[in-house]
């Protein structure tokens, strides 16, 4: 069983930046792949990026490439999400998720087993 607490959200103004924590329980954290999914108002919860158990292998959804790095530290139990030149269009709330230990880079909702509780990121203009 894994529990992920999310950290870091807030009010932002356009093209600054912000770093959300997300940290696990247990050992299982560094044995599996994390996401960061964000959802606003009346539409899907989508995800935006995802980190393999070993760091090895990332996946950016393309509208925050080149702007959102992923990262994680397994010693801490702690996964980042770095965003930089963020925009309005970034306002959502973002969620921390965890697949199943050992299983692969992914990005639906059904891949993933475990999920935080969120963090409202809102960027003005």
């Known amino acids: 069983q894994v529990q992920l607490v999310e950290s870091g959200g807030g009010l932002v103004q356009a093209g600054g930046s912000l770093r959300l924590s997300c940290t696990a329980s247990?050992?299982?954290?560094?044995?599996?792949?994390m996401g960061w999914f964000r959802q606003a108002p009346g539409k899907e919860r989508d995800n935006v990026a995802a980190?393999?158990?070993?760091?090895?292998?990332?996946y950016y959804v393309d509208s925050v490439k080149g702007r959102f790095t992923i990262s994680r530290d397994n010693a801490k139990n702690t996964v980042y999400l770095q965003m930089n030149s963020l925009n309005p269009e970034d306002t959502a709330v973002y969620y921390c998720?965890?697949?199943?230990?050992?299983?692969?880079?992914?990005?639906?909702?059904?891949?993933?087993?475990?999920w935080g509780q969120g963090t409202q990121v809102t960027v003005s203009s």
């Open positions: 980190i393999n158990w070993s760091g090895s292998s990332t």
């Open positions: 998720a965890a697949r199943k230990a050992y299983y692969g880079l992914a990005y639906g909702i059904r891949d993933y087993a475990y």
């Open positions: 247990g050992r299982s954290f560094s044995s599996s792949t």
